[in-house]
T-cell receptor, first 115, second 111 residues
């Protein structure tokens, strides 16, 4: 079946612009995660949803970052007034209900470059 | 000090070699341990998932966890050029959903 999809795959933004990154999780997966991966680093947790509820946003680096999942499926990560340090790959992952398994399935990521 | 430490390499080995990758961690609350493989320009994919101390084998891959030493390893036997990728260790506390990753080790297997 289809995996996690993300769009756009690549985004170039001028400093100060707002961007919106989209994640389509695997159908039936209740949990959805966003991670940020800087060049040469491992992914770092940003936020987590269970259905439409955002249960943990402790990793969001500033109030310029905002995530939503209004209907419990597609999620959008929005970054306002982008800065150069926001340049990274943004990964989305989803996982099935606990009774099924624990694995987080990752999408290919959106590579954001802020110029 | 980061919660999870992983030598970034790079590591270069000939085809057929045994590869050893490892991570150390400082948070004794970590209970679940994973190894992910990430090819260039792709998302991470899960290779191994372990809970208890000891060994877990899957084909050419063996994951080892030593909770007393806060040390985990991944061994790859008979390495192949297709194993060339970045290998990430990841950990999770019981009751938490978020994964904490190491920096990743870049592996190249030369034909």
């Amino acid at each position: 079946g289809a995996g996690v999809s993300q769009s756009p795959r690549y985004k170039v933004a001028k400093r100060g612009q707002d961007v919106a990154l989209r994640c389509d999780p695997i159908s039936g997966h209740v949990s959805l995660f966003w991670y940020q991966q800087a060049l040469g680093q491992g992914p770092e947790f940003l936020t987590y949803f269970q259905n439409e509820a955002q249960l943990d946003k402790s990793g969001l680096p500033s109030d310029r970052f905002f995530a939503e999942r209004p209907e419990g499926s597609v999620s959008t990560l929005k970054i306002q007034r982008t800065q150069q340090e926001d340049s990274a790959v943004y990964l989305c992952a989803s996982s099935p209900p606990r009774r099924v398994g624990y694995e987080q399935y990752f999408g290919p990521g959106t590579r954001l470059t802020v110029t | 000090q980061k919660e999870v430490e992983q030598d970034p390499g790079p590591l270069s080995v000939p085809e057929g070699a045994i590869v050893s990758l490892n991570c150390t961690y400082s948070n004794s609350a970590f209970q679940y341990f994973m190894w992910y493989r990430q090819y260039s320009r792709k998302g991470p994919e899960l290779l191994m998932y372990t809970y208890s101390s000891g060994n877990k084998e899957d084909g050419r891959f063996t994951a080892q966890v030593d909770k007393s030493s806060k040390y985990i390893s991944l061994f790859i036997r008979d390495s192949q050029p297709s194993d060339s990728a970045t290998y990430l260790c990841a950990m999770r506390q019981g009751g938490s959903e978020k994964l904490v990753f190491g920096k990743g080790t870049k592996l190249t297997v030369n034909p």
